[in-house]
């Protein structure tokens, strides 16, 4: 199945031309259709008086050369109606926007063998360009251990929690995507260009904005709302009270899916916007892989076992034979009453005790009365 | 207001020869009155036919002489019906068991000047033994921050966690209280004589069981129970899995009292037991006193302003003008036409956004078109 190729050359030039999240042009497509809304802006038809200074560039893009060079750049354009196009992004469509921005994509300009429509079993684990070593390596456990289990790691391409994040979800051996704000054919920040590449080759990396584009700002709050929608759930790891992560977290609440949290120490800037989220009840908090599993899983899939100390012998004892074991004076003998005297319990009570005790092992009988065994000391 | 000789009385003998939080005699003292129960087991009555065994015990007891002993050791006898019975105690009574321990205490034998019917306005501090100095720090300034609004602090009187919250409460000049599972006129452990001693001195060190006792295992789970019926919040700081801190805060829940955690990295073992608690919402986050206070406080008391980043100049502009701005390149000057093209906005909305723009003094007109000012890399 695939969308008509008017659609798609319609939803290409109108990329070409609007920014990401414009919702204006978002909602016009939603109600008109992408091939209605082109052909009125081409003709300088006045839709809503809002679009008409932006209608007589429209003329001048050419949306089949446009598909033809990012086809040339390895990039393909994934829009609404294909087989591969990733439906949870609907929810997109209906959501109430952020700072402005909103609204269903125009569509997705694709470089990578990974169909976007296995996508549905994936998780955003997104963070602080400006990560602590410690934040960095959590971010690559978890992306570890979801990906493992078959969740693919999505996130952005930026220094630190992205970074990690892909290192260990490619590291494991799973599959990773990076979604820019750029280009898909960009590689930003340069120094990303080894893992930029490594994902394109063997994952995907993606993009709203058309081959050619330049990281912007907005860009990037628009970025931010394509990876909490293609994703069962966004895993923050560090952000600071400023951080685009924070965006992507809100994104996530107002699609209803599962928003988890890293703490950190309290100490620690670059978990001030994570403890903000947790505390506001907005996340819920993780401290591995395995919890991040049981919050993606369906009913029951991955049921975190809570980590419990290990079982001590003194543990099954029952409060009264506890109390009894309590009284032996841990450094020598006592005698059944003083035992007695000391656990304020009657004697006949401490007998039957001291007896059921001893066939655990915990006490021993000696010739001034009783003795701890040495298994009562662990 | 006092309770009656009687009941002192035999509240006295009573809470010699049964151990705290022993459910079976809180409750026929409920039920039947101090007095009652007492000349009962004296007579060796079988009341309910659990507590023969230990009612022969009772004639040995000289309740007058244990308050008289008690006295002279700095220790008197508060119990229900005094003027300073501290009456948010009085919710133990109906409050559901934990570990087979539970009920309303028989009294509280306390040593210092403080009265217990002013510690309404307190707040307990508690964590693990093997705190980290993260930890510790956390744990004194949260006691500090409270006890300068006047919140009396309460702990245990352990290693670690309690210590840290005495220390920050007294360094600030405030008020804390330790509530022990020995004797109120023992020292334990040995190497906090001069803590316990200072706050006999200045405030209160007080416990449930009477003088000379020795501190056990079920005591201590006791104990925790008075410390959370005594304070409108539990603050727990460290606490691994295995962790009385846990235990506190279960009782904390059953009397509806706030609980709150502090998080650590959750690669610390100490910081596990809290992020179990905040994670399955038995506590709610807290980074710092102020937070503490927000959750204590009464209506509006303590709002916490939420930490945010300083405003940027670019902050304060519509999306549209930020669109624009974002198109200036930083490096060099560009036209009106080009900075269209790269904001993908028309002309005329450009022309008025830069002229709004250079008014904020975030771009320059300049011979070839237009510069970002040096504000707008702030």
Redesign the interface.
């Known amino acids: 199945m695939s969308a008509t190729g008017e659609d798609r050359l319609a939803r290409a030039a109108l990329s070409r031309?609007?920014?990401p999240g414009?919702l204006r042009v978002s909602r016009l497509v939603d109600e008109l259709g992408p091939g209605t809304v082109y052909d009125a802006l081409r003709g300088e038809r006045d839709l809503e008086g809002v679009l008409?200074?932006?209608a007589?560039?429209l003329v001048e893009v050419d949306p089949a050369r446009e598909l033809a060079q990012a086809a040339r750049l390895g990039v393909r354009f994934v829009v609404p109606g294909d087989a591969e196009w990733p439906r949870q992004l609907d929810g997109l469509a209906g959501a109430a926007p952020l700072?402005?921005?909103g609204g269903l994509p125009l569509g997705l300009w694709v470089r990578g063998p990974l169909r976007l429509d296995t996508l549905d079993r994936s998780v955003a684990v997104v963070g602080s360009r400006s990560a602590t070593t410690?934040g960095a390596?959590?971010a690559a456990e978890v992306a570890a251990v979801t990906a493992r289990e078959g969740f693919t790691v999505v996130s952005g391409a930026a220094f630190g929690i992205d970074q990690a994040a892909h290192r260990g979800a490619v590291a494991a051996g799973g599959t990773s995507v990076a979604v820019l704000a750029c280009g898909a054919d960009r590689v930003y920040p340069a120094a990303h260009r080894g893992m930029i590449e490594h994902l394109a080759a063997e994952g995907a990396v993606l993009s709203e904005t058309p081959p050619g584009g330049?990281p912007?700002?907005?860009r990037f709050l628009s970025r931010n709302r394509i990876i909490a929608a293609l994703t069962r759930g966004t895993v923050v790891v560090e952000a600071?009270?400023?951080s685009g992560a924070l965006n992507t977290a809100n994104w996530a609440t107002r699609l209803n899916r599962s928003v988890m949290g890293?703490?950190?120490?309290?100490?620690s800037a670059p978990?001030?916007g994570v403890?903000?989220l947790?505390?506001t009840n907005v996340a819920?908090?993780?401290?591995?892989g395995a919890?991040v599993l049981e919050m993606l899983g369906g009913a029951g899939e991955h049921l975190v076992e809570?980590?419990?100390?290990a079982e001590r012998p003194r543990d099954r004892l029952s409060?009264r034979h506890?109390?009894v074991l309590?009284?032996v004076p841990s450094e020598r003998a006592a005698g059944t009453d003083s035992i007695a005297?000391?656990?304020?319990?009657?004697?006949?009570?401490v007998r039957s005790a001291l007896d059921a005790l001893e066939r655990r092992g915990l006490v021993h009988r000696v010739e001034e009365g009783w003795r701890l065994a040495a298994l009562a000391h662990t």
């Open positions: 031309i609007f920014e414009d008409t200074d932006v007589g560039r700072q402005e921005r410690y390596g959590v330049a912007t700002r907005l600071a009270v400023r890293v703490p950190g120490p309290v100490t978990s001030q403890h903000q947790i505390r819920t908090l993780v401290t591995s919890d809570e980590p419990r100390a409060t506890q109390q309590d009284a005297r000391a656990a304020g319990i009657g004697l006949r009570e």
